[in-house]
């Protein structure tokens, strides 16, 4: 197990090397409609993406992804208004991130809407944080109209997984085996299964 950037003082999420060559997929319909936004802890805002906040984005985007040069693209695909980051006001550090972004990174779904780069520091975890982007970023695919937006995730992120499975996501199986796969997923969140979207190709 390897652990991602550390930053002095900030925790990284462990990374796992994937077992699997092909990403999970998940897809919202639209009829699934909005989701309500709960309060925020005290002490932490809710608000938009700023030019000033790369840095600091840059951190907390590699507390729990490796993947780099993304920053430009995502700023890039953001819809208007759907770049959320949550601020930790004592501290004045960014702690939760997720982004409503246009078009899809997926040959399956290339211009469907996309939720990416769901984040949150470990050191404010269990505040609900992760679920209030999340809501916040699945609200405004669902304000843009996309019919059915769709967001990429790995076995192993279960926390996030379960998040978006409680926002109405639900998996895709676009590849012989993938149901297998969130089988397993759906037994390890001690949850029932549910029939999957299929969309083979």
Avoid at 60 to 86: C, M, N, P, W, Y
Avoid at 100 to 120: C, K, N
Avoid at 160 to 165: E, K, T
């Amino acid at each position: 197990m390897n652990y991602l950037h550390r930053v002095p003082g900030r925790p990284a999420h462990p990374f796992l090397k994937q077992e699997f060559k092909y990403q999970l997929e998940m897809v919202r319909p639209l009829s699934a409609g909005f989701e309500e936004v709960r309060a925020l802890p005290e002490g932490y805002s809710l608000r938009q993406f700023r030019d000033e906040d790369e840095r600091q984005y840059d951190e907390l985007f590699h507390l729990a992804f490796e993947d780099k040069d993304r920053f430009s693209e995502t700023r890039k695909r953001a819809l208007d208004g759907g770049f959320f980051v949550i601020e930790h006001l004592a501290s004045s550090q960014l702690v939760a991130s997720c982004v409503a972004m246009a078009g899809g990174s997926s040959p399956r779904h290339p211009e469907a809407g996309q939720l990416g780069w769901l984040v949150t520091d470990p050191s404010h975890t269990r505040k609900g944080l992760g679920t209030i982007v999340s809501v916040s970023a699945t609200n405004r695919l669902a304000a843009e109209g996309y019919p059915q937006p769709f967001l990429g995730t790995e076995d192993d992120r279960l926390a996030a997984i379960s998040i978006y499975l409680s926002l109405g996501w639900r998996p895709c199986t676009y590849l012989t085996g993938m149901e297998q796969r969130w089988r397993n997923i759906f037994a390890r969140l001690g949850r029932v299964f549910e029939p999957v979207q299929s969309d083979k190709g």
